[in-house]
């Protein structure tokens, strides 16, 4: 292992470690995806906690794309344990290079390798210094999965980041992909989220192509548009001379828990896994790269 390789690996689990939060009224999640360029698998893993002070306990949520179904799995708060840069439920692991799920349904057991690591220490830059009540770390963003789910030989590609907090803000959007017509791998995720005193819009991207790694977010001045139409939405990212214009589509979303004011796991979160993205970079008013995806990752919680 090079010392650029070991550095890597160093921050990456810095993203991933544990809050250690003492406090009563947190929560803290990973999220992991898992699928292949066919989309017939089509997963998503959330290993969590709540710390919500009348209903403390451990979850699993296994998100199943291809069948439209997800699947709260609950245990209690002391079967989560973080240890040796390891999170286990029970007999469930996760690390930044592994993945077990092991329930009455649901086998998962892969090696997570060949990992794209991020350039900056934090997606969230100083924002993940301020007061607020929710934070998001994107702990790498692709990556191969290989080894065995539910019986069956599986390859294909994964994505991992981590959220925690007080609560998820009040209004989000969340989109992801890394499987599209030419090589990208791209994240963005911009909502008002909640400080002590006052609910400011932040948002934060990330974009890989080409072996260059684009960053675009409040922290640095990046500008981020939305707009809605009947069937789309688009966002356009802007920085001095740079552009990115995303067109995104909802195609098949699904219900999955999340967490409201001091942890409370009662909130509806619509996420869809089949988006379409269409994504066009520009530099100095050229278009240089284009791509397309149908297994985009999608939340809109503006409604």
């Not at 998100?63 to 007999?91: P, S």
């Not at 005193?197 to 548009?225: H, L, S």
């Amino acid at each position: 292992m090079t010392m650029k390789t070991l550095n890597e690996k160093i921050l990456m689990i810095n993203r991933f470690k544990h809050q250690g939060k003492k406090a009563r009224d947190y929560f803290e999640g990973w999220y992991v995806r898992l699928y292949n360029n066919t989309g017939d698998l089509n997963l998503a893993c959330i290993f969590a906690y709540t710390k919500y002070h009348n209903d403390p306990h451990a979850f699993i949520q296994v998100y199943n794309g291809h069948l439209g179904k997800n699947t709260y799995y609950r245990f209690d708060i002391n079967d989560f344990e973080y240890k040796d840069d390891a999170v286990r439920i029970q007999n469930n692991l996760l690390t930044v290079d592994r993945l077990i799920v092991a329930t009455e349904d649901t086998n998962i057991d892969v090696a997570l390798t060949r990992l794209a690591p991020l350039d900056v220490k934090s997606a969230m830059g100083y924002l993940s210094k301020l007061p607020l009540e929710c934070y998001q770390e994107v702990i790498f963003m692709d990556g191969v999965a290989e080894g065995v789910i539910n019986g069956a030989p599986f390859t294909g590609k994964t994505y991992m980041e981590k959220t925690y907090g007080k609560r998820f803000p009040k209004k989000w959007f969340w989109l992801q992909a890394n499987s599209f017509d030419q090589a990208m791998n791209f994240t963005l995720a911009g909502g008002h989220v909640p400080t002590l005193f006052f609910k400011p819009f932040g948002f934060f991207a990330i974009i890989q192509f080409d072996q260059k790694e684009w960053v675009f977010g409040t922290y640095n001045r990046a500008k981020c548009r939305v707009r809605k139409t009947e069937n789309y939405q688009f966002f356009t990212l802007t920085k001095g001379q740079r552009k990115v214009v995303i067109q995104a589509k909802v195609n098949k979303p699904v219900c999955l828990v999340g967490p409201t004011d001091k942890g409370l796991m009662n909130l509806d979160v619509f996420e869809d896994l089949y988006a379409a993205f269409k994504i066009e970079v520009f530099e100095n008013k050229e278009l240089i790269f284009e791509t397309h995806s149908n297994l985009g990752g999608f939340e809109w919680m503006f409604s």
